[in-house]
């Protein structure tokens, strides 16, 4: 059995979506290493660094988690933190094709790297990051879809640029 997996994601922001997901994988590995991707490209709302403090602090309370970041192929990644299982989360049917996609491309890659999927919890299973972002940019309350430092940290964004 593996004794580490992987959960990766750009996490702007960490989601409770995500962190249900994270939560199912501590049941399963006794070591977790969240791995943020820098990924610049996206323009992301949160710095990599901001997005590492959130997901630390929301995280805390789960033995066995660690946050890193990586830039490139995550299966190369992985196989550095000496990682043989990533977890992907799979919120609705949609996801699938691409997270299968991606599953294959990486088996192909390292084939000794194992991808699973865990669903999320149904009540999270129509939460995204971009969908957070948006409900937070236009004044909407998204307390109810990301943890309370994620919420503060929002909060404190959109105060900002609309001030």
């Known amino acids: 059995m593996n004794e580490a997996a992987i959960c990766a994601g750009t996490y702007d922001p ?3 979506g995500h962190l249900d997901v994270i939560e199912r994988a501590t049941r399963i590995f006794p070591r977790v290493v969240v791995a943020v991707a820098s990924n610049p490209g996206k323009n992301p709302l949160f710095s990599l660094d901001e997005r590492i403090r959130m997901i630390r602090a929301s995280t805390e309370h789960l033995k066995g988690v660690e ?3 990586f830039d490139g192929l995550l299966v190369n990644f992985a196989e550095k933190k000496g990682v043989k299982t990533i977890v992907r989360g799979l919120r609705a049917f949609s996801d699938f094709e691409y ?3 991606m599953a294959l491309t990486n088996r192909k890659l390292k084939p000794q790297i194992e991808t699973i999927f ?5 009540d999270y299973s129509y939460v995204t990051s971009s969908n957070v972002r948006e409900v937070a940019a236009l004044g909407g309350d998204s307390s109810q879809f ?3 430092v994620v919420q503060q940290a929002l909060l404190k964004r959109f105060r900002k640029t609309k001030g």
């Open 118 to 122: 865990l669903m999320p919890k149904q």
């Open 146 to 148: 990301v943890p309370p």
């Open 99 to 101: 997270e299968f996609q």
């Open 14 to 16: 960490l989601t409770l």
């Open 67 to 69: 946050v890193d970041h």
